[in-house]
């Protein structure tokens, strides 16, 4: 069995595989404060709870965009399973181009979303992940990472609009009743989701007019993330959803790269 680490900015997903099934995952906060004894009985807990051997996990991976904990997850990795981690960097084999002016800067999540993405479905295509951040990635019809773009996250956008104004709350993303809010709340809920739905819509055209002249046909476009399966749900240029995407690139990465060094 493999377990594989996304850490992100706001969640960490942890995901448990049989061979190429994903069996298990769960989600925790990423908290930078965490220590390696508290992510060990925390994680130990979920085992447990699933009824999975931790004598069972032979390999680990680790996707993170926080370098500090990073090093935390490492550390409990060779705690609990006694197994070093291998950690998604630019810098692995990892079998195509980045086309990236400093691929070092480019984040493991997208690299993973990328690699998982193609080998699922082909190329070309448009991974959007609806995280902390929303990214647009484009990989080629040869599965290279073609470039991409950042955008603020759906929750990442309202936290602020609450956090910067005097008056405005946090409220709950779900769906209003009606695009034409009114009351505050169906108002804010309107602006950020709808608001979202339109700009993926606009940023998605953009980008298929760019992947024309590099490729000759429009791209398949893919959703991932927190917040992939309510978009694709309001959107009919989302073609497929994949919420694990960045776990699924882990195991593939590891694979490649365990064929010529052992974790």
């Known amino acids: 069995m493999f377990?594989?680490?996304?850490i992100g900015n706001t969640h960490t997903v942890l995901g448990v595989y049989q061979k190429s099934k994903l069996i298990s995952h769960w989600r925790i906060a990423s908290s930078s404060t965490v220590t390696e004894k508290e992510l060990a009985a925390l994680n130990q807990t979920f085992f447990v709870k699933e009824k999975i051997d931790m004598k069972s996990i032979d390999g680990v991976g680790i996707s993170s965009?926080?370098?500090?904990?990073?090093?935390t997850y490492s550390a409990m990795s060779k705690h609990l399973f006694h197994r070093t981690p291998m950690i998604v960097s630019s810098e692995l084999d990892l079998g195509i181009h980045l086309q990236y002016d400093h691929p070092a800067a480019l984040g493991a999540d997208r690299i993973c979303d990328a690699i998982a993405g193609y080998k699922k479905y082909g190329g070309?295509?448009?991974?959007?992940?609806?995280?902390?951040?929303t990214t647009y990635d484009?990989?080629?019809t040869k599965g290279d990472f073609l470039g991409g773009v950042i955008a603020p996250g759906?929750?990442?956008?309202?936290?602020?609009?609450?956090?910067?104004?005097?008056?405005?709350?946090?409220?709950?993303?779900q769906?209003?009743?009606?695009?034409?809010?009114?009351?505050?709340?169906?108002s804010i809920q309107s602006g950020i989701l709808f608001g979202a739905l339109d700009a993926a819509a606009g940023m998605i055209a953009r980008l298929q007019k760019e992947i024309q002249k590099h490729e000759r046909k429009n791209a398949a476009v893919i959703a991932t993330g927190g917040f992939s399966e309510f978009m694709a749900e309001h959107s009919s240029i989302i073609r497929y959803v994949e919420p694990f995407l960045v776990l699924d690139g882990i195991r593939l990465?590891?694979?490649?790269?365990?064929?010529?060094q052992k974790c």
């Open 138 to 140: 484009v990989v080629g």
């Open 65 to 71: 965009v926080v370098p500090e904990l990073t090093e």
């Open 253 to 260: 990465i590891t694979e490649r790269a365990g064929k010529k």
């Open 175 to 186: 769906v209003p009743p009606a695009v034409l809010g009114t009351n505050t709340t169906n």
């Open 124 to 133: 070309p295509l448009i991974i959007i992940d609806f995280g902390t951040a």
């Open 3 to 6: 377990l594989a680490i996304d």
């Open 154 to 173: 759906i929750a990442t956008a309202a936290s602020a609009l609450h956090q910067r104004t005097a008056k405005l709350p946090n409220v709950e993303l």
